[in-house]
């Protein structure tokens, strides 16, 4: 199994950016497909990017397209969110996640198989 930890979140202004990073360990990280979701406190957890196993693909919703940008470095066992024009309603735990490589990296718009723990991220207007 592939063990996910995130790091990088923070508490910023609105308008500013963070990166989050997420570091693979257990597997090679060119084994999965790799995805960041985010979940604020009484919402249901939301996806927010993915990318494939290759990073020659990428995807993310409407609400986050043109400011939040996916990323990997399978040198490095390492994914990483590039968030820029951030908004309040951004505030959220952020969680990496993963599935195998096997499977169409677009299915985790839905679920993952592995989690990380989460890293809040917190905009202040």
């Known amino acids: 199994q592939v063990q996910l930890v995130e790091s990088g979140g923070g508490t910023v202004q609105a308008g500013g950016s963070l990166r989050l990073s997420c570091a693979a360990s257990?597997?090679?990280?060119?084994?999965?497909?790799m995805g960041w979701f985010r979940q604020a406190p009484g919402k249901e957890r939301e996806f927010v990017a993915a990318?494939?196993?290759?990073?020659?693909?990428?995807t993310s919703p409407g609400s986050v397209k043109g400011r939040f940008t996916i990323s990997r470095d399978n040198a490095r066992n390492t994914v990483s969110l590039q968030m820029n024009s951030l908004k309040p309603e951004d505030t959220a735990v952020y969680y990496c996640?993963?599935?195998?490589?096997?499977?169409?990296?677009?299915?985790?718009?839905?679920?993952?198989?592995?989690w990380g723990q989460g890293t809040q991220v917190t905009v202040s207007s």
């Open positions: 257990g597997r090679t990280l060119s084994n999965y497909n």
């Open positions: 990318i494939s196993w290759s990073g020659s693909r990428t």
């Open positions: 996640a993963a599935n195998s490589a096997y499977f169409d990296y677009l299915n985790l718009r839905q679920t993952a198989d592995y």
